[in-house]
């Protein structure tokens, strides 16, 4: 991964990579690994317009790029408390974090690593901390409304790029919240401060540098929050899909059964990228984890995704990710011409899927005609192995129970007749119940590129 200096950034990574701090959160793996290169170009008109460049950087390959939006509440108050650690780190040095946005930490298995290095720059005298808004429109409110009302920060992260306004994270807070630590400070004031300044021609970063500001209030800011964020959690126990794995209907040895062909399919070759669609507790993610480079273990249950998060970080899980995603409602290419923030299949198409107890939630509750699902996973040119739930299964029949059955499609023979036109089967094997089958399949691309 190659990044260009222009000439002012090429400045500020003179200094920067000198500096101790740097150096040593680059060997912790906090910060990506990065190299300088020979710059391009020693013409008078380097660092000028698109093409040239002064200082060319290589950085070391994130395994796979993944957006707030798609984070549970422990990553992302993980990335603000690395972001906030950063930025102390930073000031004792006279720099600063220009950016605090979530979108520079990407994530090497359940650790957050900071990617962008032009976000440090030399601290001037008197100013104040230019990305102390964007931190709490980004970090400290979406986790503010997880942890005090419950509500969850990804869709207003998916549906506005630049987070929460001030105004609009106070307008949901009751009396009750502004006695809650962070609120009246970091959300009431600052509301009011934006709304005052919006109202005159004063220059805040003037008024404070006649006032004498310093970098001492940085610091002191950047501590506190660094106690409230590590503070906030989020007090959820139960959600739809939490005590899923409870209430399944298998015995312990169909598990077995189960664990066991995704385990041979997993071994059968070494995987570059695996997804796990409707991962729930990633029992089958670690599993493929066991002879792939890397795991994307999704599920559309933040609870679940959360509690998969802590597991994986408590056992320092190098190769999984864990990420909020509905396979029904994905998140679409976002920001500037759509280029910005890209589609997940964009960032990274699986050489294998696992999509296991997932169909008949996709076309019974999701309402996703069978065919157009198995059409888009083999669109993905990946290998599958997948699980058909029959009707006559007790989960089958708790989800018609109160509904009009139109569901023709959802039927074991149209089930294997749309996966026989994209896929070449491999293997089948119908666990003992007799009521679920799995399915290993190969995309005709696959077997076409052999």
Not at 146 to 173: H, S, T, V
Not at 290 to 310: F, G, K, P, Q, T
Not at 388 to 406: G, S
Not at 412 to 430: G, H, I, K, M, S
Request: hydrophobic share 40%; with cysteine.
């Amino acid at each position: 991964m190659l990044r260009g200096l222009d000439a002012h950034a090429a400045q500020e990574w003179a200094v920067l990579k000198t500096e101790p701090f740097f150096q040593q959160f680059m060997a912790e793996g906090k910060i990506v690994h990065t190299e300088q290169l020979e710059p391009l170009s020693s013409s008078p008109d380097a660092g000028r317009g698109d093409e040239h460049w002064c200082v060319i950087l290589t950085h070391q390959t994130i395994p796979f790029i993944s957006y707030p939006y798609e984070w549970p509440f422990g990553m992302l108050q993980a990335a603000a408390l690395l972001t906030l650690e950063l930025q102390a780190a930073a000031l004792g040095a006279d720099m600063t974090l220009k950016d605090a946005t979530p979108f520079n930490v990407q994530w090497s298995g359940s650790r957050p690593v900071f990617i962008d290095i032009p976000s440090f720059e030399r601290l001037r005298p008197g100013e104040p901390w230019v990305g102390y808004r964007q931190f709490c429109q980004l970090f400290l409110y979406p986790l503010f409304l997880q942890a005090y009302k419950d509500l969850p920060f990804q869709p207003w992260l998916r549906g506005n790029l630049d987070g929460i306004e001030p105004a609009q994270c106070a307008q949901l807070m009751s009396l009750r919240d502004m006695l809650r630590p962070g609120v009246l400070s970091h959300v009431v004031l600052q509301a009011k401060a934006e709304a005052s300044y919006a109202r005159t021609e004063r220059n805040l970063k003037k008024d404070l540098r006649q006032a004498g500001f310093h970098k001492t209030l940085i610091q002191a800011n950047v501590s506190r929050l660094q106690k409230q964020v590590a503070k906030l959690a989020w007090q959820q126990t139960r959600s739809t899909w939490s005590g899923y794995t409870d209430a399944l209907p298998y015995t312990d040895s169909e598990i077995a059964q189960k664990a066991d062909f995704v385990r041979r399919v997993s071994h059968s070759r070494r995987w570059n990228l695996v997804w796990d669609l409707g991962c729930n507790t990633g029992t089958f993610s670690r599993i493929a984890a066991e002879n792939a480079e890397y795991v994307l273990a999704m599920d559309i249950d933040a609870l679940v995704i959360e509690r998969l998060y802590r597991a994986l970080k408590q056992d320092q899980s190098p190769n999984i990710l864990p990420l909020i995603s509905n396979v029904a409602d994905p998140a679409p290419n976002l920001g500037w011409r759509g280029l910005e923030r890209k589609a997940l299949v964009e960032r990274g198409r699986p050489d294998l899927t696992l999509c296991l107890a997932l169909l008949h939630h996709v076309v019974i509750s999701a309402h996703i005609p069978l065919r157009e699902f198995i059409s888009w996973l083999a669109s993905l040119g990946t290998a599958l192995v997948i699980e058909f739930v029959t009707r006559d299964d007790p989960m089958v029949q708790t989800l018609l129970r109160h509904k009009a059955d139109h569901y023709t499609d959802y039927d074991l023979a149209y089930f294997e007749r749309c996966l026989a036109d994209a896929f070449e089967l491999e293997q089948q094997e119908t666990l003992e119940s007799g009521t679920r089958r799995l399915y290993y399949a190969r995309s005709k691309r696959q077997v076409m590129r052999r």
